[in-house]
């Protein structure tokens, strides 16, 4: 058996590289680079698509953003999303709108939100001093897909499976210790689609991975679609697996 041309067949199967968790400065105040070079950088390295899933919690529009109300807040959120949108039409490359959730009782705790448009992000703002239970309950559209981000970092606890559709089991950020085998072993025993995300935030984050697909999703709820199929492949450091 001919492991490297299976590789490679593979390969041409799923062509389409997407990067599924990344963020962009300011929106995230962990993020370094702006929208344009975070799509300029993916962009050279060949993907063809990329989520934008800045943090998106109650006490970073109060504090961080400073927002008066929910429009500014919104705004200040979105902008750097439309940024990297424009960057995206002139490169070539789709991007998706994403978010990372946190509520205030869960303060370590991060969840990717895909599948969504701007007037849904306006919905889910409204249940961000609620709980996750709660958001799944009364805003979760059937057409978002729902994971845990990096669930066995330190200082997390995991959400209760039944109300989630993945696990990012694949945590590639370099400076955290995700403990992607026990993120892994968790997602499995639950029957939950692992994901994987580079968690892009630094210049020379160089650990960059790649979910590949069939055809090229046109926008998020096409991502999320895709997510829930299982149809996809896993690409880190030039490694093929199935997740």
């Not at 807040?73 to 990372?100: N, S």
């Not at 999703?217 to 895709?226: G, I, N, Q, Y």
């Not at 199929?229 to 997740?243: R, S």
Request: proline letters at 5%.
């Amino acid at each position: 058996m001919d492991i490297q041309r299976m590789k490679e067949d593979l390969r041409k199967e799923y062509p389409f590289r997407l990067e599924l968790h990344a963020h962009t400065k300011p929106a995230s105040p962990c993020g370094d680079i702006p929208p344009k070079q975070v799509i300029d950088t993916f962009h050279r390295a060949g993907y063809d698509g990329i989520a934008i899933t800045n943090h998106f919690y109650a006490t970073l529009f109060e504090t961080y953003y400073k927002a008066a109300g929910k429009k500014e807040a919104l705004d200040k959120y979105l902008a750097d999303y439309h940024e990297a949108a424009e960057e995206g039409e002139k490169v070539g490359m789709k991007v998706y709108l994403g978010a990372e959730l946190r509520w205030p009782h869960l303060a370590n705790n991060d969840y990717l939100l895909l599948g969504i448009d701007e007037q849904m992000l306006a919905d889910v703002y409204d249940y961000m001093n609620a709980d996750p239970q709660t958001f799944v309950r009364d805003c979760k559209s059937e057409k978002s897909f729902f994971l845990q981000a990096h669930p066995f970092r330190d200082g997390l606890t995991r959400l209760d499976p039944a109300l989630l559709d993945g696990m990012e089991a694949f945590n590639m950020h370099p400076y955290h210790n995700s403990a992607i085998a026990l993120a892994e072993q968790f997602a499995e025993q639950h029957h939950l689609i692992k994901t994987m995300g580079t968690d892009y935030h630094h210049e020379g984050h160089h650990n960059l991975c790649a979910t590949r697909a069939r055809t090229l999703p046109k926008d998020s709820f096409e991502v999320a679609e895709l997510l829930r199929t299982g149809d996809f492949i896993c690409e880190m450091t030039g490694t093929i697996f199935l997740p």
